[in-house]
């Protein structure tokens, strides 16, 4: 079975002393995981070294970075290389969040590099893809999605890409309350599986976990991961909450 994958984001949220709090109490349940499940939680780079302590002694269970240089090592003041990341044993990083790409103005020719630097230092980059309400309103979605893995994944080799990780966010439901239904969470992850048996073969295709990311929160997050290509959420406001977050986990198939 493909790896399923609980995948917290806290984003620009929690001070030290909380984020300590959130994740004891989440990991102090011992909420057991199977060996095809995991736990990530993408936290600020200041807590990267606590989340990584406090995840290590918990088997399946990581931390991640939320974003990286796209630059190995220089004069760029303020960022964070994969290279630093590795050195503290991290094995997940978040790229191409649609808040870096509308914030910040990450274009897919810098999501590719980033992918391989992260490879290169083997960090598992979860990679985000998605499209705004504007291009769902007019059926483009398929094309669009296709267009940001073509240009920040194709140009890997079949073993590269078996290290990836994928995260649809329909950007209209990131932060809105608003979720895409079920049906239409698995529409866009069969589609996106399809484009990458096309590229790389349907048994590379069917081992790559994609994630759904979009307002997932315990209430629906058990519908959504019953769908039969979604393997897990990236899950933003929820998991800030330890007690929904725990039945989010505890929703992984």
């Known amino acids: ?10 984003k620009m949220n929690l001070t030290y002393e909380q ?25 600020p780079f200041p807590y990267l070294v606590m989340a990584k302590h406090k995840t290590t002694a918990k ?22 290389s994969a290279e630093m ?5 991290l094995k997940y990083c978040v790229i191409g969040h649609s808040e870096r790409r509308e ?17 290169e230092n083997g960090i598992t980059p979860i ?41 649809y966010e329909p950007i209209w439901a990131i932060g809105t309350g608003k979720t895409a239904t079920s049906a239409q969470a698995q529409e866009m992850h069969m589609h996106i599986r399809t484009m990458l048996a096309g590229k790389y073969g349907k048994a590379t295709a069917d081992e790559i976990p994609i994630l759904y990311g979009g307002s997932v929160k315990a209430g629906n997050a ?12 990236l899950v933003g406001g929820a998991s800030l909450q330890a007690a929904e977050f725990m039945t989010i986990i505890r929703s992984l198939k």
Request: hydrophobic share 40%.
């Open 85 to 89: 990341l590795r050195s503290i044993d």
């Open 19 to 43: 984020g300590q709090e959130l994740l004891d109490t989440i990991l102090n349940e011992n909420i057991e995981l199977s060996k095809h499940q995991r736990a990530v939680f993408a936290v």
């Open 127 to 167: 990679f985000c893809c998605g499209e705004p309400l504007s291009i769902r309103e007019v059926g483009a979605q398929n094309a669009f999605v296709e267009t940001q893995l073509r240009e920040a994944l194709y140009h890997l080799s079949e073993t590269q890409f078996r290290q990836i990780v994928i995260a």
């Open 1 to 10: 079975m493909r790896q399923q994958i609980a995948a917290a984001n806290w």
């Open 222 to 233: 058990r519908e959504l991961f019953q769908c039969p290509d979604v393997d897990g959420g």
């Open 59 to 80: 088997q399946r269970y990581f931390a991640a970075a939320q974003n990286c240089s796209d630059k190995k090592s220089g004069a760029y003041t303020g960022e964070v």
């Open 103 to 119: 914030y910040f103005g990450e274009q897919d020719h810098m999501l590719a590099r980033k992918v391989e630097i992260c490879l």
